[in-house]
Nanobody, 116 residues
Framework: QVQLVESGGGLVQPGGSLRLSCGASGSTFTIYTMGWYRQAPGKQRELVAQKTSGGITNYADSVKSRFIISGDNAKNTVILQMNSLKPEDTAVYYC??????????WGQGTQVTVSS
């Protein structure tokens, strides 16, 4: 199996920055995409950003030019650098991985709150 453990998150003022990290352990050779989703209260979970093992990235329109996803394939980590945060970015952020053997896997989630 593959386990995903997130760190980062917290409370930040509008315009501020936060960094989320996700580390994968276990059968990490099965991972071909890692990324982040988020879910705000009363809303569906949505893709924020993802990165394939080949380096292709994909971002939600709402975060383009503000968020940057990066990763280290050797260390099996993915980082989400979030800049110019807005109150509407408030949500629980989930690390996500696509694997060849177990399909879609999720981390436990970390709260991000943007408020003055």
């Amino acid at each position: 199996q593959v386990q995903l453990v997130e760190s980062g998150g917290g409370l930040v003022q509008p315009g501020g920055s936060l960094r989320l990290s996700c580390g994968a352990s276990g059968s990490t050779f099965t991972i071909y995409t890692m990324g982040w989703y988020r879910q705000a209260p009363g809303k569906q979970r949505e893709l924020v950003a993802q990165k394939t093992s080949g380096g292709i990235t994909n971002y939600a329109d709402s975060v383009k030019s503000r968020f940057i996803i990066s990763g280290d394939n050797a260390k099996n980590t993915v980082i989400l650098q979030m800049n110019s945060l807005k109150p509407e970015d408030t949500a629980v952020y989930y690390c996500h991985a696509l694997t060849t053997t177990w399909g879609s896997l999720w981390g436990q989630g970390t709260q991000v709150t943007v408020s003055s």
